[in-house]
C-alpha cells in the first residue's frame, strides 16, 4: 500500500472525476445517436 498523502488522494479524485465524465459522455453520446 502507498502511504497516503494529499497529493495522492487530489490524483485519485480527479482520476475518478475524468473517469465519470467519459461514462456520462458516453452514455449521453449513446441516447443522442439513438435518437
Known amino acids: ?10 490524483t485519485r479524485s480527479l482520476h475518478r472525476f475524468v473517469y465519470e465524465a467519459m461514462i ?3 452514455l449521453w453520446f449513446l441516447l443522442w445517436n439513438s435518437a
Do not use: C, I, R, V
Open 24 to 26: 456520462g459522455l458516453a
Open 1 to 10: 500500500m502507498l502511504p497516503k498523502s494529499p497529493d495522492l488522494h487530489h
